[in-house]
């Protein structure tokens, strides 16, 4: 982590050990500060998008049996895994049709109407929720259920998708369940973003450039550009800006309810997912009569 690099930069500088410390950003969460996005975070997002997807259509085709699905990402308190499941969002109606993200309060009563409306609309409702969705008294819904702590004393979490499953069928009487990729979100090999990857060797490449002109503590940053197409350079950053901080999903990517991401999402996001995701076709629902 940055912050062990960052210690391990101080101690030996304390005791004139020579050694020195690069950190290069590697987080699927995406929440790292002052670089505009981290490595691994691509081929997340094309997975989840594709994810969402994929499942949608097995509801798609029987809606009758399970109406309502509710899938399950990581992303710990910053919600840019659940957001990359509308990547594939071409239309007001294609899924995912609500995104609850762990930057916002999460109110039972506004979900409920939410899903009771897209229902009564399409017939269907796909929702993606971050694992960490917090409730208003600003504990995870899945805290209930919690299983232990990580390495880093993160709490595991099991529960947010079932217990908004378990609200949909209690107070809405609708069929629900849910679908949990797990750490398939990170090890998927079949989904790797070209760009992504790419941009995982630039930043390997610019730490050990970065140790033989001799930096110590800090990180490569990846630092966008646009014109005349969108590229990576790479800067760099003290590690004791790093440790312990977060990068939140920013206001202006999420709509006016907070369950949607905006243009500007899309507009970060898709450069870094690789190829065009795939646009499957569509049957009009004509009655037969028979």
């Not at 020579?18 to 691509?42: A, C, M, W």
């Not at 809405?172 to 992504?196: V, W, Y």
């Amino acid at each position: 982590s940055a912050d062990t690099a960052h210690r391990l930069a101080l101690a030996a500088r304390s005791c004139g050990y020579e050694l020195q410390t690069i950190g290069v950003p590697k987080t699927i969460d995406n929440d790292l500060p002052f670089t505009d996005h981290s490595p691994g975070y691509g081929s997340a997002a094309r997975f989840l998008a594709l994810a969402t997807m994929d499942s949608t259509l097995n509801t798609v085709s029987i809606p009758w049996h399970y109406p309502v699905k509710v899938i399950e990402t990581m992303g710990r308190d910053a919600g840019w895994l659940a957001a990359s499941s509308a990547l594939g969002k071409r239309h007001d109606n294609d899924p995912p049709h609500i995104i609850l993200m762990p930057e916002h309060v999460f109110k039972a009563d506004n979900f409920l109407k939410q899903v009771e409306a897209v229902y009564r609309s399409i017939g269907y409702v796909i929702v993606v929720a971050s694992e960490a969705v917090r409730d208003e008294k600003g504990q995870p819904l899945g805290t209930a259920r919690q299983t232990g702590e990580d390495a880093f004393q993160h709490p595991l979490l099991t529960g947010a998708a079932q217990h908004l499953v378990e609200l949909v069928i209690q107070h809405l009487n609708l069929r629900a369940r849910f679908e949990k990729p797990g750490d398939l979100q990170r090890m998927s090999s079949t989904c790797i973003s070209r760009t992504d990857q790419d941009e995982a060797y630039l930043v390997g490449q610019a730490a050990i450039q970065a140790l033989l002109q001799g930096e110590s503590d800090k990180m490569v940053t990846l630092v966008r550009h646009t014109e005349p197409a969108y590229y990576c350079s790479t800067g760099l950053v003290e590690l004791a800006k790093i440790a312990n901080a977060q990068q939140l999903m920013p206001a202006h990517y999420l709509n006016e309810n907070k369950t949607m991401v905006t243009q500007a999402f899309y507009d970060y996001a898709l450069p870094l997912i690789g190829p065009s995701l795939p646009d499957h076709a569509k049957l009009e629902k004509t009655k037969v009569q028979l």
